[in-house]
């Protein structure tokens, strides 16, 4: 499958390769993809979000009750919107929230 002119939505999660995400973020850009990000709490300690947005172009989503955007449920928009989700990085708190089902914030909402 092609990432050529597709919808990516990106989940920068905590780990020290979150800087990576800016490296796709570019790569994906080049490729004419539309991107959307979700930076998790412990992602914000290794990525900024003015980063993200000068990349981007587009509001970067952090929380699940955002008091801007309360006409849409960002969880269900967002998971709806993507042709494709990448957590990068994924670390093994996430992957272990997932395989659970523990959807305590928007990033884990969005499965």
């Known amino acids: 499958m092609s990432i050529k002119n597709r919808k990516v939505l990106i989940i920068v999660g ?4 979150a800087y990576k995400s800016l490296d796709l973020i570019r790569l994906l850009k080049k490729n004419n ?3 959307k990000i979700i930076l998790t709490k412990s992602g914000k300690e290794f990525v900024t979000p003015l980063s993200l947005t000068t990349l981007t172009k587009t509001k970067i989503f952090e929380n699940i009750f ?9 969880h269900i928009a967002l998971s709806r919107w993507a042709d494709i989700i990448i ?5 093994a708190n996430f992957m272990s929230k997932l395989s659970i ?3 305590e914030d928007l990033a884990t909402q969005c499965f």
């Open 33 to 35: 993809a539309e991107t």
């Open 66 to 74: 955002d008091k801007d955007s309360e006409a849409e449920i960002d």
């Open 101 to 103: 089902g523990r959807a």
């Open 14 to 17: 905590g780990g020290i390769a």
């Open 87 to 91: 957590v990068m990085p994924t670390t």
